[in-house]
């Protein structure tokens, strides 16, 4: 059973940068996708990006230009690099992956974004 365990998370100003990061505690190389989501307060979880084995990658069109999805199946991680920043990317983001046959969870790392 894969764990995963997101970091970098932080407060940030806007107009700035994170670069938030998943490791997985197994081989990510049999799913095939893997993906970041979002929930911000009184909101209702959304995927921000995903992108799958072979490197095709798909973004919401809030974050496409700003947010950058990738995934290392020799390290087992995924990373979601955000650019320019807005306070409304404020939420707290899960990284996900999605087998055939089940869907994985981290715990979440929240995100700030705030004067």
């Known amino acids: 059973q894969v764990q995963l365990v997101e970091s970098g998370g932080g407060l940030v100003q806007p107009g700035g940068s994170l670069r938030l990061s998943c490791a997985a505690s197994?081989?990510?190389?049999?799913?095939?996708?893997m993906a970041w989501y979002r929930q911000a307060p009184g909101k209702q979880r959304e995927r921000v990006a995903d992108?799958?084995?072979?490197?095709?990658?798909r973004y919401v069109n809030s974050v496409k230009g700003r947010f950058t999805i990738s995934r290392d199946n020799a390290k087992n991680t995924v990373a979601l690099q955000m650019n320019s920043l807005k306070p409304e990317d404020t939420a707290v983001y899960y990284c996900?992956?999605?087998?055939?046959?089940?869907?994985?969870w981290g715990q979440g790392t929240q995100v700030t974004v705030s004067s």
């Open positions: 996900n992956g999605q087998s055939l046959i089940r869907a994985y």
């Open positions: 197994g081989s990510i190389s049999s799913i095939n996708t």
């Open positions: 992108i799958s084995n072979g490197g095709i990658t």
